[in-house]
Every structure is written in C-alpha cells, then in structure tokens.
C-alpha cells in the first residue's frame, strides 16, 4: 500500500518560514492533482493550495501571496513553501494525491506558529 509521506513541519514564530515536502513511498502513477490541507483543532479540514499536472495553481484567500506550492515531477513530490506564518496558520497540514481515479493522503505534520 502506497503511503505518503510528509516532512518539515515544526514550531516557528510569526513572520517565519517553515517548507513541507510530501513524496509517495512507492510508485503511483497518472497524478493528476497535488494538493495540501491543514486542519486546526475545533475546524474542518480545509484547501491550502493545489496544483494540477499541468501546473495550474490554486490557493486559499488567506494564504496567497505568502504560500507556494510547487511540484517536482521526476520525484512526484509536492512542496509548500510558507513564508510570513501568522499564528492562526497553526494546524496539521496533510498532502493529498490524486491520480488514477484514487486519492491519497499523508499522515499530516504539524506546524505551530507562536511567540
């Protein structure tokens, strides 16, 4: 069973930069979407930012202009670079392929952002 994996979540203050990375632990094939979610305790699950195989972009209202996402084909590995992090940018932050048909999520890291 193929899994994602994340990594590079961490503590940081405000106005800091933390960047993610989620890559499959096998092979999967047909990636159609890439995308990250996070997640804050007491709050539904919610679209950070996405990215089509054909590089097209989407981002939520509350992080454009400080997140990236980006995408490595040859390792199938999504990136999220975060800069200017607020506090309310706290949460589990969990990957998400979709490719043939199926989904697949990470396990999620956890990103804190506090003075």
């Known amino acids: 069973q193929v899994q994602l994996v994340e990594s590079g979540g961490g503590s940081v203050q405000p106005g800091g930069s933390l960047r993610l990375s989620c890559a499959p632990s096998?092979?999967?094939?047909?990636?159609?979407?890439m995308g990250w979610y996070r997640q804050a305790p007491g709050k539904q699950r919610e679209l950070v930012a996405s990215?089509?195989?054909?590089?097209?972009?989407n981002y939520a209202d509350s992080v454009k202009g400080r997140f990236t996402i980006s995408r490595d084909n040859a390792k199938n590995t999504v990136y999220l670079q975060m800069n200017s992090l607020k506090p309310e940018d706290t949460a589990v932050y969990y990957c998400?392929?979709?490719?043939?048909?199926?989904?697949?999520w990470g396990q999620g890291t956890q990103v804190t952002v506090s003075s």
């Open positions: 998400k392929f979709e490719a043939a048909g199926r989904r697949y």
């Open positions: 096998g092979s999967i094939f047909s990636i159609v979407a």
């Open positions: 990215i089509t195989s054909g590089g097209s972009t």
